[in-house]
């Protein structure tokens, strides 16, 4: 299985990218964020539980995030692997997820980081906002979401440079350009 882990700042195009790469070679997307909304809509019993810890301003307990996971993959079957879109954030749930992924005989194979400049992030997210009607996302809430991205993933970039499965990509281009950069590197670490 290629387990594959992709971070980018909000407006970075990691989601775009991941349906592009799941498609491409057969994997699963799993978004966390994707999950939490879904649930949050159907009201769920999880649904009901996250919203809860979400209304309080807190972050969903890492044993929460290991247990939804683990439901969200059970859901797949013939597939060549995973990937994980916004998880993990931090250094305990990278933990974590290794013992996870080992309980089940598998491992990350490669951490992806879409680079792109912080200003470039803040124009796309102010189109996106005007777009979508999305009062809520000025510039003062992106910068600060920026700088949430960039405190929490920093660790984890360092952490998974020592394992030696991080690779950077230029995240500014053309979808497609983007895209068959992203590939150049998957096809050098799939075994």
């Known amino acids: ?42 009201k769920t019993e999880l649904g009901l539980k996250v919203k809860s810890i ?4 807190e972050l969903v307990p890492d044993e929460l995030l290991i247990d939804i996971l ?27 997820f290794e013992e996870f992924l080992k309980n089940k005989n598998q491992e990350v194979s490669l951490v992806l980081a879409l680079d792109v400049a912080d200003e470039e992030i803040i124009n796309r997210l ?19 979401r920026l700088q949430v991205y960039l405190s929490q993933t920093k660790p984890l970039i360092e952490y998974y440079k020592n394992q030696n499965k991080f690779e950077s990509i230029n995240g500014i281009g053309t979808i497609d350009e983007i895209f ?10 799939i075994k």
């Not at 994980?84 to 974590?96: E, L, N, S």
């Not at 992203?182 to 050098?188: A, G, Q, T």
């Open 1 to 42: 299985m290629f387990n594959f882990i992709i971070f980018g700042p909000p407006g970075s195009g990691k989601g775009t990218q991941s349906a592009k790469i799941a498609e491409k070679y057969n994997l699963a997307h799993i978004s966390t964020g994707d999950i939490f909304r879904k649930n949050i809509k159907e």
């Open 54 to 57: 979400i209304d309080k301003g």
């Open 70 to 96: 683990d439901d969200a993959i059970k859901g797949y079957n013939g597939v060549n692997g995973f990937i994980f879109d916004g998880f993990p954030r931090t250094i305990q749930q990278a933990i974590d």
């Open 126 to 144: 102010l189109i996106r906002a005007k777009e979508q009607g999305r009062v809520d996302d000025t510039r003062e809430v992106i910068e600060n």
């Open 180 to 189: 068959n950069s992203i590939c150049e590197v998957i096809d050098r670490h």
